[in-house]
């Protein structure tokens, strides 16, 4: 079965650069959510989005942002990178059926491991 | 804030020996589900349980929920040393489609 899938695996950046993050939902999945994972932490979540629109937001930076396109699609878009921004970023994917007796059970991709120099 | 936490962080265990994670959490939720993650790699879901269930089951592993203690449980029967790694619970509360991840226990079968 199709699993979300993120890209780049792995991005190695200097600091004050900037970086973008992308997430495929699983097929017919029409929620995108973002955590961020740093070193020996549980994953925090940053923002999802819901049929292209921002659903929920958390501890995310306001130097970061994220959208969800047509294709639900999503990319998380991070600007003057610190060091401290080096962490596992996961994306995970749900159908939400919103309105409805859903699960969202949420299915998380490979991740995202984001150095910063 | 709805973080949960997990009790123990960390157990070690001999391989063929049950293992039992619990977690608790502060709000009402919608659902609750638990993860595995292998050091440094994706988050595996495990199991998924809604608000009104009470138990359930998938091979090795048993879960249960007890909204009234806002706590959950995740047991896995017969361990193997494969199962080494870190479990999480993750919650939404109701009214939102987000998930806050529980600290995690860190497993450890000895084989």
């Known amino acids: 079965a199709a699993g979300v899938i993120q890209s780049p695996r792995h991005l190695i950046k200097e600091k004050r650069e900037t970086a973008t993050l992308k997430c495929y939902p699983i097929?017919?999945?029409?929620?995108v959510y973002w955590y961020q994972q740093g070193p020996g932490q549980d994953p925090q979540f940053l923002i999802s989005?819901?049929?292209?629109?921002?659903?929920d937001k958390g501890s995310i930076p306001d130097r970061f942002s994220a959208q969800q396109f047509s294709d639900y699609h999503s990319e998380l878009n991070m600007s003057s990178l610190e060091l401290g921004d080096s962490a596992l970023y996961f994306c995970?994917?749900?159908?939400?059926?919103?309105?409805?007796?859903?699960?969202?059970?949420?299915?998380f991709g490979p991740g995202t491991r984001l150095t910063v120099l | 804030s709805q973080q949960g936490e997990e009790d123990p962080q960390a157990l070690s265990i001999q391989e063929g020996e049950n293992a039992t994670m619990n977690c608790s959490y502060k709000t009402s939720i919608n659902n609750l589900q638990w993860y595995r993650q292998n050091s440094g790699r994706g988050l595996v879901h495990l199991i998924l349980?809604?608000?009104?269930?009470r138990e359930k089951h998938s091979g090795r592993l048993r879960v249960t929920l007890d909204t009234s203690k806002k706590s959950s449980s995740l047991l896995i029967t017969a361990s193997r040393a494969a199962d080494t790694a870190s479990y999480f619970c993750a919650t939404d509360a109701q009214g939102t489609y987000k998930y806050i991840f529980g600290t995690g226990t860190r497993l450890k079968v000895l084989a």
């Open positions: 989005f819901y049929e292209k629109m921002q659903s």
């Open positions: 349980i809604r608000s009104n269930e």
């Open positions: 995970a994917s749900s159908l939400a059926l919103r309105g409805l007796a859903a699960d969202n059970e949420q299915f």
């Open positions: 097929p017919r999945h029409d929620t």
